[in-house]
Protein backbone atom coordinates (compact mmCIF):
# COMPACT_ATOMS: atom_id res chain seq x y z
CA UNK A 1 0.00 0.00 0.00
CA UNK A 2 1.18 3.18 -1.06
CA UNK A 3 0.63 6.63 1.07
CA UNK A 4 -0.35 8.99 -1.11
CA UNK A 5 0.99 12.72 -0.22
CA UNK A 6 -1.93 15.78 -0.24
CA UNK A 7 -1.03 18.85 0.06
CA UNK A 8 -3.18 21.80 1.97
CA UNK A 9 -4.03 24.88 -0.52
CA UNK A 10 -1.51 26.73 1.33
CA UNK A 11 1.39 24.25 0.60
CA UNK A 12 0.21 24.68 -3.30
CA UNK A 13 0.35 28.61 -3.25
CA UNK A 14 3.84 28.58 -1.52
CA UNK A 15 5.21 25.70 -4.50
CA UNK A 16 3.26 28.21 -6.97
CA UNK A 17 4.96 31.17 -5.32
CA UNK A 18 8.49 29.63 -5.59
CA UNK A 19 8.71 28.32 -9.03
CA UNK A 20 7.42 32.05 -10.04
CA UNK A 21 10.30 33.54 -8.26
CA UNK A 22 12.82 31.62 -9.83
CA UNK A 23 11.27 31.79 -13.33
CA UNK A 24 11.63 35.86 -12.72
CA UNK A 25 15.12 35.45 -11.34
CA UNK A 26 15.75 33.50 -14.51
CA UNK A 27 14.52 35.86 -16.04
CA UNK A 28 16.59 38.69 -15.07
CA UNK A 29 19.67 36.89 -15.06
CA UNK A 30 18.65 35.80 -18.76
CA UNK A 31 18.44 39.54 -19.44
CA UNK A 32 21.51 40.70 -17.52
CA UNK A 33 24.06 38.46 -19.13
CA UNK A 34 22.32 38.72 -23.13
CA UNK A 35 22.62 42.73 -22.39
CA UNK A 36 26.53 42.17 -21.44
CA UNK A 37 26.89 39.87 -24.12
CA UNK A 38 25.54 42.09 -26.89
CA UNK A 39 27.56 44.83 -25.64
CA UNK A 40 30.80 43.35 -25.62
CA UNK A 41 30.37 42.19 -29.01
CA UNK A 42 29.22 44.97 -30.58
CA UNK A 43 30.27 47.80 -28.52
CA UNK A 44 30.51 50.70 -31.46
CA UNK A 45 26.86 49.43 -32.75
CA UNK A 46 24.96 51.65 -30.72
CA UNK A 47 26.89 55.03 -31.98
CA UNK A 48 28.49 54.33 -35.14
CA UNK A 49 25.63 53.06 -36.88
CA UNK A 50 23.15 55.68 -36.43
CA UNK A 51 25.45 58.62 -35.70
CA UNK A 52 28.20 60.41 -37.83
CA UNK A 53 31.00 62.74 -36.51
CA UNK A 54 33.25 64.95 -38.35
CA UNK A 55 35.40 67.54 -37.12
CA UNK A 56 37.36 70.27 -38.13
CA UNK A 57 40.35 71.96 -36.15
CA UNK A 58 42.06 75.13 -36.67
CA UNK A 59 44.61 77.49 -34.46
CA UNK A 60 44.67 81.17 -34.46
CA UNK A 61 47.81 82.91 -36.71
CA UNK A 62 50.50 82.97 -33.48
CA UNK A 63 48.75 79.75 -32.11
CA UNK A 64 47.57 81.55 -29.02
CA UNK A 65 44.34 79.89 -29.49
CA UNK A 66 42.63 76.14 -30.83
CA UNK A 67 39.04 75.99 -32.93
CA UNK A 68 37.01 73.12 -33.09
CA UNK A 69 34.04 72.58 -34.90
CA UNK A 70 32.01 69.33 -34.46
CA UNK A 71 29.45 68.35 -36.13
CA UNK A 72 27.23 65.50 -35.65
CA UNK A 73 24.23 64.07 -37.90
CA UNK A 74 22.44 61.21 -36.36
CA UNK A 75 19.77 58.91 -38.81
CA UNK A 76 16.75 57.87 -37.34
CA UNK A 77 15.77 55.99 -40.34
CA UNK A 78 12.75 56.86 -42.16
CA UNK A 79 14.61 59.78 -44.06
CA UNK A 80 14.70 61.75 -40.87
CA UNK A 81 18.71 63.10 -39.25
CA UNK A 82 19.08 65.34 -36.72
CA UNK A 83 22.44 67.32 -36.54
CA UNK A 84 24.20 69.48 -34.08
CA UNK A 85 26.89 71.24 -34.83
CA UNK A 86 28.81 72.93 -31.61
CA UNK A 87 32.36 74.93 -31.48
CA UNK A 88 34.98 74.23 -28.56
CA UNK A 89 37.39 77.22 -28.19
CA UNK A 90 40.21 76.52 -26.06
CA UNK A 91 43.07 79.45 -24.59
CA UNK A 92 46.60 77.10 -25.60
CA UNK A 93 48.92 80.14 -23.59
CA UNK A 94 48.85 80.43 -20.16
CA UNK A 95 46.10 80.82 -18.18
CA UNK A 96 43.73 78.90 -20.91
CA UNK A 97 40.20 77.93 -21.09
CA UNK A 98 37.85 76.40 -22.65
CA UNK A 99 34.55 77.33 -24.25
CA UNK A 100 31.68 75.60 -26.31
CA UNK A 101 29.45 77.22 -28.31
CA UNK A 102 26.86 75.37 -29.49
CA UNK A 103 25.31 76.94 -32.88
CA UNK A 104 21.87 77.11 -33.98
CA UNK A 105 22.09 74.96 -37.64
CA UNK A 106 18.80 74.22 -39.58
CA UNK A 107 20.56 72.37 -41.67
CA UNK A 108 20.03 74.99 -44.68
CA UNK A 109 22.70 74.54 -47.17
CA UNK A 110 20.72 74.83 -50.43
CA UNK A 111 23.53 73.78 -53.63
CA UNK A 112 23.55 77.66 -54.52
CA UNK A 113 25.52 78.15 -51.75
CA UNK A 114 29.38 76.70 -51.82
CA UNK A 115 29.89 75.67 -48.64
CA UNK A 116 28.34 72.28 -48.27
CA UNK A 117 30.28 71.10 -45.14
CA UNK A 118 27.47 73.10 -42.85
CA UNK A 119 28.55 76.35 -40.61
CA UNK A 120 32.49 77.61 -41.71
CA UNK A 121 35.49 78.73 -39.21
CA UNK A 122 37.61 81.24 -40.23
CA UNK A 123 40.23 83.27 -38.35
CA UNK A 124 40.20 87.21 -39.12
CA UNK A 125 42.88 87.98 -36.77
CA UNK A 126 45.10 86.08 -33.92
CA UNK A 127 42.31 87.13 -32.02
CA UNK A 128 39.17 87.33 -33.85
CA UNK A 129 37.42 84.12 -34.56
CA UNK A 130 34.07 84.25 -37.58
CA UNK A 131 32.06 81.48 -37.33
CA UNK A 132 29.01 81.72 -40.60
CA UNK A 133 26.20 80.08 -40.38
CA UNK A 134 23.96 79.75 -43.80
CA UNK A 135 20.39 79.48 -41.90
CA UNK A 136 17.01 79.59 -43.56
CA UNK A 137 15.21 80.90 -39.66
CA UNK A 138 18.23 83.14 -38.26
CA UNK A 139 19.71 86.09 -39.32
CA UNK A 140 22.12 88.63 -37.77
CA UNK A 141 25.40 88.42 -35.74
CA UNK A 142 26.01 87.69 -32.43
CA UNK A 143 29.36 88.75 -31.26
CA UNK A 144 31.17 87.23 -27.65
CA UNK A 145 34.46 88.85 -26.11
CA UNK A 146 36.18 86.53 -23.60
CA UNK A 147 40.05 87.91 -23.04
CA UNK A 148 41.53 89.58 -25.61
CA UNK A 149 39.35 87.02 -28.34
CA UNK A 150 36.35 88.09 -29.65
CA UNK A 151 33.57 85.33 -31.42
CA UNK A 152 31.55 86.78 -33.94
CA UNK A 153 28.50 83.96 -34.80
CA UNK A 154 27.03 85.24 -37.83
CA UNK A 155 23.90 84.20 -39.62
CA UNK A 156 23.42 84.76 -43.02
CA UNK A 157 19.96 84.02 -44.23
CA UNK A 158 19.30 81.62 -47.30
CA UNK A 159 16.18 81.11 -48.70
CA UNK A 160 15.08 77.32 -48.87
CA UNK A 161 14.54 75.66 -52.51
Not at 51 to 68: D, H, I, L, M, Y
Not at 104 to 116: C, M
Not at 132 to 147: A, F, Q, T
Request: aromatic share 6%; glycine share 8%.
Amino acid sequence: MTKTETRTPVQKIEISRRARNLLIAGGITFGIVAGVGAAALFPAARDTLACEVSTEVQFSPGGKFRVQKAEKTCHWGLGQAAERVQIKIDKQAKGGWLMVLPLEFDGADPASVANDEGPTIKWKSANALEVIVHSSELSGSLVRRIDDLTVTRRYVKVSRK
